[in-house]
Structure formats: C-alpha cells, structure tokens
C-alpha cells in the first residue's frame, strides 16, 4: 500500500496540482462509495436495473468503483500523513485478536 500511496502523490503532484481538502475528499469518497452501492444493489439485491443503464461490464464496473474509492483512500491518507500500510497492518492485527474465535463459531456463516 505504501507503494501506491507514493504513486497517488506523485500523480496529484504532477497531473492533479493538488490535494482536494479532506472534506471535500469525504465527500469524494462518500460519493464513490454509493456508484459501488448503485451497482451492487442492482446486480446483487433486489433493486433492478433501468433499461439501458446496466454496465456492459459488471465486474469492470465494480472494479472500477472500488479503484476510485482507493484512490480517495490513498489521498485521504497521504495529506493526512497517515501509514496507510501501517495502519492496515495493525488493523489487521486487532481483528485478528478480537475475532479469532468469533467468526469460526458463528453458526450464521455456516
């Protein structure tokens, strides 16, 4: 992660001028979030698609929605001086702690 953190700053640094404020990158990513949403809900959920406004491509589109959300992610980090890698590492660390039994035992996820 700390690779493409790097690869975001140099990009916004070179092509973007620079970084959104960080509310205006919340809504960025606030906004992000719901195009996964709108397409996850229709593809996944009960809500259908429009005629005509399906993507070609779902899986490509997904794809694309959650690129956009990294990409607000590794700005958000970045301006906020935030070790994304970091961070998730040790996010990662605390849930596996706290769950390490939770998920195996719970009879829902059988």
């Given at each position: 992660?700390?690779?493409?953190?790097?690869?975001?700053?140099?990009?916004?640094?070179?092509?973007?001028?620079?970084?959104?404020?960080?509310?205006?990158?919340?809504?960025?990513?606030?906004?992000?979030?719901?195009?996964?949403?709108?397409?996850?809900?229709?593809?996944?959920?009960?809500?259908?698609?429009?005629?005509?406004?399906?993507?070609?491509?779902?899986?490509?589109?997904?794809?694309?929605?959650?690129?956009?959300?990294a990409f607000?992610?590794?700005?958000?980090?970045?301006?906020?001086?935030?070790?994304?890698?970091?961070?998730?590492?040790?996010?990662?660390?605390?849930?596996?702690d706290r769950?390490?039994?939770?998920?195996?035992?719970?009879?829902?996820?059988?």
């Open positions: 992660m700390r690779q493409q953190q790097i690869e975001v700053r140099n990009w916004v640094q070179s092509i973007g001028k620079k970084y959104f404020d960080p509310l205006t990158n919340l809504g960025q990513l606030t906004e992000e979030v719901g195009e996964l949403a709108r397409i996850l809900i229709r593809e996944y959920g009960q809500q259908a698609w429009k005629k005509g406004s399906a993507p070609e491509n779902v899986r490509q589109a997904i794809a694309e929605e959650l690129a956009d959300i607000v992610v590794f700005c958000l980090s970045d301006q906020l001086d935030i070790d994304l890698e970091e961070a998730f590492k040790d996010k990662l660390r605390l849930k596996t769950d390490r039994e939770r998920h195996m035992s719970n009879r829902k996820l059988d």
